[in-house]
């Protein structure tokens, strides 16, 4: 595994995972996925979170050896989803001196998972609470619904640290190079996009701090241009459109409704749309379609009808944009029904239930395959989502 350096007191002890094909049984992590823990080491020592089972074994081997003869004073909780959570068993009994430090809600919610006797061990935490560890002081600000409700954040405020929890986290091992932004987007939106307004409170809280180094649960130590990072994150939980362009995304039973989602693109193409990206939800992993959807100002569904309903794969990529809040965005429709369209009624009825969509031009019918009258259609369409 790649060698993760913070400082001389803050250890990286956390493990990537490559085996494992869909985070949460249902996003493709085709690259893994890292679950993050860390060490600080002063007059007493404090472990900021455990791991995913699955990783548990190599985590408390990395834990041993960073406390080189020590044993852990606290145990601070930021989440207690499974994938953090997951070691507290095997913690519990390695080192069963340790304090565990969390919020109320905390507490109620571990034991709905654990049956561990943490009787005179707890010390529970409220809004701008600190715990000096020595040189060190953890000072905890409560992020409720980023993205579970016991959620709560610590900055350690000598070397300036934010230990972020799910914030600021990507898909992807520690040892795979990649950019940033892409797998951090198709996080965000899949793991925290419905809870825009409580990340948004969070940032301010953020923003009355000197944060020199950000430590999420999940993804790189973020330690330049920090900026970069929590613009993005300004953006993105304002759902405000971070990229000029139109995203296409389809569901083709026999490929008609492909050809007519392809032309479309040709066509904006040639007509100078900024960017164009089409996706074929059947075949494509939906939390990507999802990511590309937040990210342009403009969509374009297009769908075959099915069973007087709409075709299934954009019957999901709809509920998944209803739960994760889809708004502010520009958006057309294209339908496909060889004797009863059906599909543009249903994905109007599902837009309608989102807010400040912009719904716009006439939608394309088509009657089976694209004729030379659907080209003209396709090219007026074109001409209103270029306006």
Request: glycine share 6%.
């Amino acid at each position: 595994m790649k060698k993760i350096t913070i400082s001389e007191t803050v250890k990286y002890i956390g493990v990537d995972d490559k085996d494992l094909d869909l985070f949460e049984s249902q996003y493709q992590i085709p690259n893994g996925v890292s679950y993050n823990s860390y060490l600080i080491i002063d007059q007493k020592t404090a472990v900021m979170d455990t791991v995913d089972k699955r990783g548990c074994d190599k985590w408390l081997e990395n834990l041993e050896r960073t406390l080189q003869g020590r044993t852990p004073d606290y145990l601070v909780i930021s989440h207690m989803e499974p994938d953090h959570a997951g070691s507290f068993a095997a913690f519990a009994q390695k080192y069963p001196q340790a304090k565990w430090v969390g919020n109320a809600r905390t507490f109620s919610m571990l034991l709905q998972f654990f049956d561990v006797d943490l009787t005179d061990q707890t010390v529970v935490v409220a809004e701008g609470d600190t715990i000096s560890l020595g040189s060190h002081t953890l000072q905890f600000f409560m992020a409720p619904m980023v993205h579970w409700p016991e959620v709560m954040v610590t900055y350690e405020q000598s070397e300036k640290i934010l230990f972020s929890a799910d914030g600021f986290g990507k898909f992807g091992a520690l040892d795979i190079e990649d950019d940033w932004v892409d797998e951090a987007r198709r996080y965000y939106f899949n793991i925290v996009g419905k809870y825009g307004a409580p990340v948004q409170a969070l940032l301010k809280k953020a923003s009355a701090l000197d944060i020199q180094t950000i430590c999420p649960l999940h993804g790189p130590v973020l330690m330049e241009d920090l900026g970069y990072y929590i613009g993005k994150y300004q953006t993105w939980s304002s759902y405000e459109p971070e990229d000029a362009g139109i995203f296409i995304a389809y569901a083709s039973i026999h490929g008609n409704t492909a050809k007519a989602a392809k032309k479309l693109a040709d066509i904006l193409e040639e007509k100078g749309a900024p960017r164009v990206v089409i996706m074929d939800l059947a075949r494509e992993d939906q939390s990507r379609a999802v990511e590309h959807a937040f990210r342009y100002d403009r969509m374009v569904l297009a769908a075959a009808s099915y069973d007087a309903g709409v075709f299934p794969p954009m019957e999901e990529f709809l509920c998944h944009l209803r739960a994760k809040n889809y708004s502010q965005r520009t958006v057309a429709l294209v339908e496909n029904g060889s004797w009863a369209p059906s599909a543009g009624k249903v994905m109007k009825e599902e837009l309608e239930t989102m807010k400040d969509l912009s719904l716009v031009g006439e939608m394309v019918t088509i009657k089976s395959a694209i004729k030379e009258e659907t080209i003209k259609e396709l090219e007026a369409l074109a001409d209103v989502l270029l306006q």
